[in-house]
């Protein structure tokens, strides 16, 4: 995550491929992108399927064809502050964001991750995640975005991951939402507690390459249906 106002837009969730979640660590990496740079018309029927829809914010399924968008959000220092301190590589990309981004679950027929287009101008903002935790089981999905510096501080965070939460438990069978950050980001956990998960616990986890703040600790967030609807 990254922000310095209002929500943290950045990204709710400390998803990278350099440092992959504790929770997903087991689950062998997909197959890499081998022409990332996608011709034009690939990929465009997905482009054109829209997966959520909320006042301000159409999600649809990320393609190879979103790979210079996806390159640019990761070379923005704001963006990736608590995720790896450091710009994502165009080898890094090809080989391990892209495959993760456009994995096909076995469980459901839904990719996990969604790029994020602002009703209207249709402007590229980032991605929104509503993953399984495990390949063979929807009960129980992590929730994350990373958007870029552009759509800080407007609520659009918040937005997206209410309506994917809202989604996950109304339509797709979802039991248990997760989401995990830095202990240090302050308003990304902000966000999350407003999508309405709740601390869940603190823990620890190995980094590559550690940065600033990661010696006080992870936190994760979560949220069951039965909680949900009561809330509801």
Not at 103 to 119: I, K, L, N, S, T
Not at 140 to 162: D, I, Q
Not at 206 to 229: F, M, Q, S
Request: some cysteine; hydrophobic content about 35%.
């Amino acid at each position: 995550m990254g922000d310095s106002s209002g929500d943290n837009e950045g990204g709710a969730r400390e998803f990278h491929p350099v440092r992959r979640s504790a929770q997903r660590a087991t689950r062998p990496a997909p197959a890499a992108v081998n022409d990332w740079r996608a011709p034009a018309g690939a990929g465009e029927d997905a482009r054109m399927r829209t997966f959520l829809e909320t006042e301000r914010l159409r999600l649809r399924p990320l393609t190879e064809r979103d790979s210079e968008a996806l390159l640019a959000l990761d070379s923005d220092p704001e963006v990736m502050r608590y995720l790896t301190g450091r710009p994502t590589s165009e080898e890094t990309l090809r080989t391990r964001v892209l495959p993760e981004l456009l994995h096909h679950y076995a469980c459901w027929d839904e990719r996990g991750f969604w790029a994020a287009e602002e009703r209207g101008s249709g402007a590229f903002l980032g991605w929104f995640e509503l993953a399984p935790v495990e390949e063979d089981s929807a009960e129980e999905v992590e929730l994350g975005y990373r958007l870029a510096v552009s759509a800080w501080g407007r609520g659009l965070a918040t937005e997206g991951a209410s309506a994917l939460v809202d989604k996950g438990f109304g339509e797709l069978g979802v039991a248990r939402v997760t989401a995990n950050t830095m202990v240090v980001n302050a308003r990304s956990r902000r966000v999350l507690e407003r999508v309405g998960l709740r601390l869940a616990r603190y823990y620890t986890e190995e980094w590559d390459e550690p940065i600033p703040g990661v010696e006080h600790g992870e936190v994760e967030y979560a949220l069951t249906r039965e909680e949900w609807g009561a809330r509801r």
